[in-house]
């Protein structure tokens, strides 16, 4: 499976962003999805993540009230909304996939092991 994201861009500080992150190519229902992110200097973030196994997204607490993580209906698009964006919101996102990822892993990066390549969002004050 390869992923692909797109729909960043330069906003305003409260300004709303869309991104959207298209899996191809033989795809797995047992597939846990995940929005990572990395701002200039800094380490890579997890934002937010689906289980393989279903449930509730999990969200970072930076980004919980203002981010909505969705999926479409054949599972192959995974979506951000992005609403009240702030400056610190500033980096690279990426999306990433793996097999059998638990709630309790979502976080953890190494547990991914397909990557989209990222789309920069850039939050203006």
């Known amino acids: 499976v390869q992923l692909q994201a797109s729909g960043g861009g330069l906003v305003q500080a409260g300004d709303s962003l869309r991104l959207s992150c298209a899996a191809s190519?033989?795809?797995?229902?047992?597939?846990?999805l995940a929005w990572f992110r990395q701002a200039p200097g800094k380490e890579r973030e997890f934002v937010v993540g689906?289980?393989?196994?279903?449930?509730?997204?999990a969200y970072a607490e930076s980004v919980q009230g203002r981010f909505t993580v969705s999926r479409d209906n054949a599972k192959t698009t995974l979506y951000l909304q992005m609403n009240s964006l702030k400056p610190e919101d500033t980096a690279v996102y990426s999306c990433?996939?793996?097999?059998?990822?638990?709630?309790?892993?979502?976080?953890?990066?190494?547990?991914?092991?397909?990557w989209g390549q990222g789309t920069l969002v850039t939050v203006s004050s």
């Open positions: 190519g033989r795809t797995d229902s047992n597939c846990a």
């Open positions: 990433a996939g793996g097999l059998y990822i638990g709630r309790y892993y979502l976080r953890d990066g190494n547990q991914y092991a397909v």
């Open positions: 689906i289980s393989s196994y279903g449930g509730t997204p």
